[in-house]
C-alpha cells in the first residue's frame, strides 16, 4: 500500500473508532472527530515524533487538541499507535474511565484539559516558548483548533504572541468543517478570512483540503520547515465525512449516530492498523539557565515599611537564583507587581505577556507541561479575566503560581476597577487551589519559597501600600497554617484578619486592651486551606470572634473562617468586609468609609463582648 | 481663528487640564491623557452629537474611553463642553468625588466603567447593535481605545463582531502613544501592523497622525461615510505630547508631572475654551420591536419531568412576547441552554454572539446601556470566561441577566471541563448581584420575570437533567426568598439544597421520615440575597443542618448559609459539596460518587441528629 493509501485508510480507521466508542458511551462528539480524521491520520503516520512508552522524554513533540470535544479521535489516535487497545477505548465516558468525555491528563500522553475551546492554543504557546526559550530542544507543538472556536479572543492572543516570539516549532491545525454546535459559524468554508487573519498577525498561513492526504502532508512538511514564523494549515472539512447520514448536515453536533452499523460500512468497516509513530530522536538534555542571578534572599527588619508586592519580587527573583526551573510571567505590569525584579536578575526566565492575561495564565500552563515553575503576576483584579484558564488549569493538574497584586479599597485613587475585591472568592472556588495573603514582608518571601512546591494552584494577594514589618526572617509560615500575634488566657474576642487588615487588626486590639477588652489576633495568612485547629481553639476560648477583609462579603476570610467553624456550637461570628461600591479616596479613607479599619473593628468587637452570649 | 487653529488650542487646554488634574490629584495618568488629547478635540468640536443637559436622549452619540486611565482626558473634555466647571475638575480622585480615577457612571455622561483594558471596545459593539438592530437610530459609537489593551483578545472578539454585523456606526480610534506601562508595545508605532489586523478582520482601516488635527478631522469624515462597516483609526501619537518633561519619554506612565508649571507653560498656558458640541437631530423615538412571539407564559403539572434550562428557554421566549425591551444573546449553545426558543419566538431581539463570552457579556452591558433588558446565556462553566466583564458590569451598574446551564457533576459524561462548579461563588461575589438556582421548571419561570426587573446583575443557574415538577404555575417565588418544602414541630434536622440537589435532599427526607427522623427542607433557590430569617428560623427549630450543592466547597450554598447564621450560637452545619475533581460517568452515579446524593444527606443528617449538641 502506498503511503497515501494507508493514510487514507488510517483516517477511516480513526473515524470507524470515533463512531465506535461514542456508539459504546450513548454520548461524545463523532462528527467533529471524523472531520479531522485525515488530518490527524497523516500527521502521526508521518510528523508526529512521540514516544508513547515515555511520555515525559522532554524530545517529544506536543500534540494539543484544543477542539477537545473531538476527543473521539483523539483516544482513537492512541489505539493506532499502539499506546491503548480496543477495550480501554470502549470505556468511552464511563465511571472511573480515563477516557473522559473531554481530553483530561489522567492520561500520561494528555498534556492539558482541553474542552473549554480557545485554550488549547495559547497553551500551545507556552509549550513553544519553552521549547524555543528555555529547553531549547527541536521538539514541536501541534495544536488541532476547531474553526468555531477561533472566535475566542484567547485564540488571537496566541496568534500575537506566538509571531512576536517567532515560534516556528508551533503549527495550528485549523478543523474548518463549517458547522459549529447549532449552526454554520461566521465564516463558514471562507478559509481565507482565517488566513488573511492569520498572515496579518505575522504567521505563515497554508489552505488544504483537509481531506487530501497528501494536501496535508506537505502541509505539515512546509510548516517544519518555517523559519522565524509559527504556520497555521487552515483545512477545508466536513463534519462526519464519509457517513451519509451525518456528513456536512445541520444538528449533528455533540451526539452518536442513529446507524453507527451503516456508517462504519460506509467507512469500510472496522479495521487494527497500529502506526509505529517516530520516536524523537538526538539530545535528550534540555537547556538549564544559569541560576547565578546575583540575588540573596531577602530579610526585612522591625523598622521597615514594605509593601508585600515587593517583598514577592524580591523574593522571586532570589529564588530565580536557587531554582533553574522558576520562571516568571506578567502582564505589562511588571513595575507594579514587582516581578520586574526577577526579570532583571534572569531576563532569559522572564516572559512579557503583555495586557493578555488569558494568555499568560495559558503560557504559565504551558510552561509547566515542560516542569517548570511559572510564576505569573499581574493586579489581582485582572485574574478576573483568566478564570476560565485557572479552572481548566485546575482540570489540567497543573502546577503554576499566580500573584495578584493592588488587593482591594486599599490601593487607593484608581478606584474600582483596579480594586480586587473577590479574587478570594474566585481562587478558593478552584480545585487544588491554596490561596495566600501574606502580612509582612519576610512572611510574603516564605510563602513565595511555599508556593514553588506546591503541587496545585497557589495564588498570593499582595497589597499596594507599605506595610510595618511584624515578622522575622527566620519565622516559619506554612501553607494551611496562621499566626497568633496576641493571645492570653484571658481573651473575650478574637480578630481576624491578614494582609492590611491585619494591621488594622492589632490597631484595634490595643484599642480594645486600653478599653480593659482583651484580643485574640489570628493572621489568617492562609486564607485556603485555613488553619481549622487554631480557629477553632479561638473559638472555644473567646466565643466571639470578628472577621475583617478587604474584599466583598462573599467567598473571602469571612467564609473561610465560618466554614471552619460550620459544626462548632458557642461561638458568633461579626464579618466586616466591603459592602458598598468604592469610589476613589485615599487608601485610609476608603478602609474607613467600608468599615473595614481599626475602628470598625473595635466597635464589633465591643458588640460581641457587649451582647451577652446566647442573646440572639 | 480657522478651525484647525481652534482644535489645535482645544487640545492644549485637555492637555494642561489632565496634567492640572493630576497634579491636584497627586496621581492619575496625564501622559497617557495628552497622546488623546488631539483626537479628542476634533472628535467634539466636528463630529460628535450629543446632549451634556439631556445624556439619556436616545439620539445622542455614545463616546467610551476603553482605555480608561485617561480619565483626566474625558473630565477635561466635559470641562471643555461645559458639562462640568473647573472645580469639579479639580477634585479628581478624591473621596466622594464623582471623577474618580477611572470613569463609572456615578456621572450621567458616561455609560459604561472602564479601566480594565480592552472592554470598550466589545461594549461599543453592544451599543452599535442596539443603534443598527434595535432602535435603528442613526446615532454614532465612538470607542478611544489604547494601543496597549489591542493586546486583549477581547478586543479581537469585537473586531469580528462588528465587522459581521456591519457595524458601520461605530468608530474605533487607536491612540498609537507606543509606550505602555513599562516599555514600548509589541507593535512601537507599526501602525500597519494595527490597520493590517482590522483590515483583514473586514473593518475600514484609516491611518493618521495623531496631532494633525485636519488629518484627524477628515478620518472622522471618512468613517462617518463608511458603509456597510465600521471604521479604525490608527493614530501615531506621543504619549505625553507638548511638555518635555514627559514627551515620548518611557516610566511615565501613570504618574503625575514632577514640574506641572513648566510644562504648562511649554503647552501655552491655562485656558477656558468652551465648545458648543453639536446636539443630535431627528427623529428620537427608537424602534420597538412586535412583542407578537405567539407564546404563552409556560405551565408545568405535577407529572411533568422537565430541565430548568428548559423552563428558563420557553419563560425567556414568553417574556419576550409580554415586553419589546427584552432581549437575549447566546455564546452558540443556544439548543442547549435553550434561549433558541426565544430566539424562534424573536428572531430581531436575538443575538448570536458564536463562542465570545467576552463579547458577550460586554454587548449585554452594550445593550442596556439603551435601556434593553439583556438575558445572555452559555454553559455555566463558560461565565467564568467573561468574569472580569462581570466584575465591570457591576462597576457600571448594569442591569444584566445572565444564564447558565450545566451545572455541576449532574451533567456527567461530557466530563469537568463542562461542569459549573464555581459559577455560585463567581457570582456571589460580584457587588449587586443576585444568584438564583430553580429546582422546579414553574419556579424557574417565575424567577426568569423577576430577573428582568433586577437593578443589578442577576445570574440564573440551571441544570442540564430533567427533575420532578414539585410546584404550581401559581406558587410565587421571590429574589431573597425560600422555599420550605417539609416542616414539623418535631424536625430533628434541616436540608438545604437547591437544583439537583434539592431533589436529592427530599429523598433523604423520606428515607429519614422511614427512620423516625423528621427532617426540614429548604429550597434555597435565591442563593443571594439569601433567607436569613427562614435559615435562622430552622437553626432554632432543629440546631443541625446539612447544607447540600453541586459545587465546590467554598462560596457557594453551605457558606451562604453559614454566612447567614454567623451570629447564631447553637447550631451545627454540615456542608456536603464537591470535594474531589470528577471524571465522566452518568449523573447518577456522580451524584452518588462526590458524596451529594440522598446517601450522603441521609448520612450526614443521621451524624448530626446522632451526636448530642455541644458534643464538639
Redesign the interface.
Known amino acids: 500500500m502506498s503511503d497515501s493509501a494507508f493514510w487514507r485508510e488510517l483516517g477511516q480507521q480513526l473515524r470507524v473508532d470515533s463512531i465506535r466508542s461514542s456508539d459504546a458511551?450513548?454520548?461524545?462528539h463523532p462528527t467533529s472527530s471524523m472531520s479531522a480524521a485525515d488530518l490527524i491520520a497523516v500527521l502521526m503516520a508521518n510528523h508526529l515524533h512521540y514516544d508513547f512508552d515515555q511520555p515525559k522524554d522532554p524530545r517529544n513533540d506536543h500534540l494539543i487538541f484544543s477542539k477537545?470535544h473531538a476527543s473521539p479521535l483523539y483516544y482513537s489516535f492512541l489505539r493506532a499507535a499502539g499506546a491503548i487497545t480496543d477495550d480501554d477505548l470502549l470505556t468511552f465516558?464511563?465511571?472511573?474511565?480515563?477516557?473522559?468525555?473531554?481530553p483530561?491528563p489522567?492520561l500520561p500522553w494528555v498534556d492539558v484539559?482541553?474542552?473549554?475551546?480557545?485554550q488549547g492554543l495559547p497553551i500551545g504557546v507556552g509549550v513553544a516558548l519553552a521549547g524555543k526559550r528555555l529547553d531549547r530542544l527541536p521538539y514541536r507543538v501541534w495544536v488541532l483548533c476547531g474553526d468555531?472556536?477561533m472566535?475566542?479572543?484567547?485564540?488571537?492572543?496566541a496568534f500575537?504572541h506566538a509571531a512576536?516570539n517567532k515560534l516556528d516549532n508551533l503549527t495550528a491545525i485549523i478543523d474548518v468543517n463549517r458547522l459549529?454546535?447549532?449552526?454554520q459559524?461566521?465564516h463558514g468554508w471562507d478559509l481565507d478570512s482565517y488566513a488573511?487573519?492569520a498572515?496579518?498577525?505575522g504567521w505563515h498561513a497554508i489552505e488544504v483540503d483537509g481531506h487530501d492526504v497528501d494536501a496535508i502532508d506537505r502541509a505539515y512538511t512546509e510548516a517544519a520547515e518555517a523559519h522565524d514564523r509559527p504556520t497555521v494549515i487552515v483545512a477545508r472539512t466536513k463534519k462526519g465525512k464519509g457517513a451519509s447520514e451525518v456528513e456536512d448536515k445541520e444538528g449533528k453536533h455533540g451526539k452518536p449516530l442513529s446507524d453507527p452499523k451503516k456508517a462504519i460500512e460506509e467507512l469500510g468497516g472496522e479495521r487494527s492498523l497500529t502506526v509505529s509513530v517516530a520516536k524523537p530522536t538526538g539530545n535528550a538534555e534540555p537547556h538549564r539557565s544559569s541560576t547565578d542571578g546575583g540575588v540573596k534572599w531577602p530579610q526585612w527588619g522591625p523598622d521597615d515599611e514594605v509593601a508585600t508586592r515587593r517583598a514577592y519580587g524580591d523574593a522571586l527573583a532570589a529564588l530565580g537564583g536557587e531554582r533553574a526551573d522558576v520562571v516568571a510571567l506578567d502582564g505589562?505590569?511588571?513595575?507594579?507587581t514587582f516581578s520586574?525584579l526577577f526579570a532583571k536578575a534572569h531576563p532569559d526566565r522572564y516572559f512579557?505577556m503583555?495586557?493578555?492575561e488569558?494568555?499568560m495564565v495559558a503560557a504559565a500552563v504551558g510552561l509547566q507541561v515542560r516542569r517548570y515553575r511559572p510564576f505569573a503576576s499581574t493586579f489581582a483584579?485582572?485574574f478576573?479575566?483568566a478564570?476560565?484558564f485557572?479552572?481548566?488549569a485546575?482540570?489540567s493538574?497543573a502546577r503554576i503560581c499566580l500573584a495578584g497584586s493592588h488587593a482591594g479599597v486599599a490601593i487607593?485613587?484608581?478606584?474600582?476597577?483596579?480594586m480586587a475585591?473577590?479574587d478570594l472568592?474566585?481562587f478558593?472556588?478552584?480545585?487544588?487551589s491554596t490561596v495566600l495573603y501574606p502580612s509582612d514582608p519576610n512572611q510574603a518571601a516564605t510563602l513565595v519559597r511555599a508556593m514553588a512546591d506546591y503541587p496545585g494552584i497557589a495564588y498570593m494577594r499582595t497589597s499596594r501600600g507599605a506595610t510595618p514589618t511584624i515578622y522575622g526572617p527566620d519565622d516559619r509560615f506554612e501553607i494551611g497554617g496562621s499566626s497568633v500575634l496576641r493571645s492570653s488566657d484571658d481573651d473575650q474576642v478574637t480578630l481576624i484578619g491578614a494582609g492590611v487588615t491585619l494591621h488594622e487588626a492589632l490597631k484595634a486590639a490595643d484599642a480594645l486592651s486600653a478599653q480593659g477588652i482583651a484580643a485574640r489576633v489570628i493572621d489568617l495568612y492562609s486564607v485556603?486551606p485555613v488553619d481549622e485547629e487554631t480557629i477553632r481553639q479561638a473559638a472555644a476560648d473567646t466565643g466571639a470572634i470578628v472577621t475583617v477583609e478587604d474584599?466583598?462579603?462573599?467567598?473571602?476570610i469571612?467564609?473561610?473562617v465560618?466554614?471552619a467553624?460550620?459544626?462548632?456550637?458557642?461561638?458568633?461570628?461579626?464579618?466586616l468586609a466591603v459592602t458598598g461600591?468604592p469610589?476613589?479616596?485615599?487608601p485610609a479613607?476608603?478602609l474607613h468609609?467600608f468599615g473595614i479599619d481599626s475602628d470598625a473593628i473595635v466597635a464589633a468587637a465591643q458588640d460581641l463582648v457587649r451582647t451577652p452570649?446566647?442573646a440572639?
Open positions: 458511551a450513548g454520548s461524545g477537545g465516558r464511563q465511571l472511573g474511565s480515563k477516557f473522559e468525555g473531554h483530561t489522567v484539559a482541553t474542552g473549554s475551546l480557545g468555531s472556536e472566535a475566542e479572543g484567547s485564540i488571537w492572543e500575537e512576536y459549529g454546535q447549532t449552526r459559524t461566521m488573511d487573519r498572515i496579518a498577525f505589562e505590569v511588571s513595575n507594579s520586574e512579557e503583555f495586557i493578555a488569558q494568555q483584579a485582572f478576573t479575566r478564570y476560565d485557572v479552572r481548566m485546575a482540570i493538574r487607593g485613587e484608581d478606584g474600582p476597577s483596579q475585591l473577590e472568592a474566585m478558593r472556588a478552584v480545585h487544588s485556603k474584599h466583598w462579603p462573599e467567598g473571602g469571612g467564609d473561610a465560618l466554614s467553624l460550620a459544626e462548632v456550637e458557642a461561638v458568633r461570628v461579626h464579618k461600591m469610589g476613589s479616596g485615599k479613607e476608603l468609609e452570649a446566647g440572639n
